[in-house]
Structure formats: C-alpha cells, structure tokens
C-alpha cells in the first residue's frame, strides 16, 4: 500500500512538472495604452547617390509599412497580428529582399525563410527553402497554429500551405530585374537584405516577425537564421522582441536574437545595452544589424554595416523612418 501511495505521489509530482513546464506556458504582460512597433527591410543598403525620386520610394515604401503597424496597434490590435501584417506589406514589395523581390541562388531559383514568434506565451511557427509561397511568413504562423512543431521545411511546408489553402505564386512571380542583376554580377554589398517587425501592444504582449530571400548566391538548401528561432527571430514577454538581418551563419553561432533576450533576463542589461553587445561586440563589421523593442517600449536599432532601412513608430507620436546611419 505503501509503495502504491510512493509510486501515485511521484506520477503527480511528475505531471505537475511537466505542465509547469510546458512551452506555452504564458509570460508576464504588462497592460496599458502604451504600443512600439519597430521595422526593418534589411541592412543591405542603397547608394545616397541614387536619384532622388528612387531614395523617396524607398522611404515611402518604409512608411506605409510602419503605418500600417502603427494604425493597428492603436486600434488595439494583437501585436502578432500586427508583426504578420506588417511583414506582409514588404514581402510583397519588390524592393525588398523578401517574397517578391527575393533574390536568387546560386541555381537561379529562389528559397524563401521566415518565422513568426508570439512573446505571451512562447509560441513560434518558421518555414525554410519555400519556393512558390507568397507570403511565407503567413505560412510560419499557420505552423504556430496548426502543427505541433516549429519549423517546416521546402517540400513538406509546401505541402502543408497547400493543406491550409495559402496563396502559392508561380516561379515566374518572384523574377526581378533587379535581383537577376544583382546575382549576375554577384555585387558583394548588395548581398543582404530582409524584412522584419516587432511590436509592443496595448494589451502588453510583445511579438517579432521575419522574412527574407536569403543572400544572393546561396547555395540551395542552405538556410539562414532568419527561420531559426532564437537567431534572426525571438519575442518573451519578459524581455523584448528582436527581428535580425544580416549575415545569417553569424546570427545563428551567436543565437543572436536570444543573447539579447538572455543579456536582459540573466544579466540585467538594458535592450540597447543588449543589442549593442551582440551587434557590436560579438559580430565582425559588416555582419548586420538588428531592431527589438522591449516589453517597457523602448525601442533599439543597432547596425554594424553602412545602413540599414528601418523605422520606429510608438504611441508618444514618435514616427520616423531612415536609411543610412
Ligand atoms: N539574414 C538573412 C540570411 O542570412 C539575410 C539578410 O538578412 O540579409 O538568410
């Protein structure tokens, strides 16, 4: 009888350890008017020296997208429905090295990675080497949502955006002249290049969202950081939200989105203080650059190359958008 009671109590004990620990165990938010979105479209800059009606496309591509985050999160939208939106908008901007506008592998084709994270309750969803997905990032989060896992990939998430009716484009679609250009003559500082959002809500919920083409050249099958949850994506409540882009092989030796969660949670260290150690002192110049916001509102963008196209939005009225440093 003894035993049976020893054996009962330890099954209980045990059970309650596991849902202790399970992943999605909610996160402290903290509630109140306040919101911060933060974009980027990648640290693979342009030259000042392009026309100005060309720059100004830019910038305004920039600012739709950062209104849009914005206009969302003072209707009190969910900040992981504002990050998906957000990276939407840029993934189907052919500017940007994402979606349409992806750039091309060494074999000419395209193989897109993205990721989604939902800060509340850990919650993540990626999806790699996709070829004919739309919107990848929207695929990410239906894995979130609908799977068991965190991150599919070619084949296998193509088939699972099939099961759950997501937009496929033909391969022609993501053909631009500019990326075609680009891989021809192999422009070495035009190699980077991503789009990203995280966000701050009013609800107090923190979320980040990624999407890239890769770098141009690639090799197929490689992958970066950006489906890598905790390199070039990661979103806690307790610390902050980070959307990376970059070098993708850095970001991942370094778990680059998750030293800067860490950096906060174990070290005390403030988000700029954290993100200015990743990028600054971990990677080499030229690796890349990073935005996050924390779960305060304070907002961080920090780079190591010549820019990086990204842009600030908060519910104090700040909105700015910029390119170079
Ligand atoms: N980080 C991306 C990758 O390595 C590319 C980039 O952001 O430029 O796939």
Redesign the pocket.
């Known amino acids: 009888m003894k035993s049976i009671i020893l054996v009962l109590a330890t099954l209980l004990i045990f059970i309650l350890t596991q849902i202790i620990n399970l992943p999605s165990r909610e996160t402290k938010s903290s509630s109140s008017e306040q919101y911060t979105i933060v974009i980027h479209a ?3 800059t342009i030259s000042k020296d392009l026309p100005d009606s060309v720059k100004e496309d830019y910038f305004t591509s920039l600012e739709t997208a950062l209104r849009l985050g914005r206009d969302l999160l003072e209707q009190g939208t969910a900040s992981i429905d504002v990050v998906e939106k957000v990276v939407n908008y840029l993934e189907d901007d052919p500017r940007f ?1 994402a979606g349409k506008g992806a750039v091309y592998t060494s074999a000419g084709t395209h193989e897109l ?1 993205a990721s989604i994270m939902d800060g509340k309750n850990l919650a993540a969803g990626a999806v790699s080497a996709v070829k004919l997905i739309k919107n990848p990032v929207s695929l990410a989060r239906l894995v979130m949502e609908n799977t068991p896992h965190i991150l599919l990939t070619a084949e296998g998430a193509e088939a699972f955006g099939k099961k759950m009716n997501v937009k496929f484009e033909d391969a022609e679609y993501f053909n631009t002249e500019k990326r075609y250009l680009q891989w021809q003559k192999e422009l070495e500082k035009s190699k ?3 789009v990203g959002c995280v966000a701050l809500d009013k609800h107090g919920n923190l979320a980040a969202a990624t999407s ?1 083409g ?2 141009t050249n690639k090799l197929p099958g490689r992958v ?3 489906p890598i949850i905790g390199a ?1 994506n990661y979103a806690n409540n307790n610390t902050c939200a980070v959307s ?5 092989e850095q ?1 991942i030796r370094h778990m680059a989105a998750f030293n800067i969660s860490a950096l906060m949670e174990y070290k005390n260290y403030s988000l700029e203080q954290a993100a200015n150690e990743v990028v600054h002192e971990l990677f080499n110049p030229g690796d ?1 650059g990073v935005i996050a916001v924390d779960k305060n509102g304070s907002s961080a963008m920090v780079f190591n190359t010549p820019g990086m196209f990204r842009g600030v939005a908060n519910s104090e009225g700040l909105f700015e958008v910029k390119i170079w440093e």
Not at 244 to 248: P, Q, R
């Open positions: 990648g640290a693979g090295n990675d980077q290049g991503t890239t890769g770098l970066g950081d950006t070039g990376g882009t970059g070098k993708g970001f890349g």
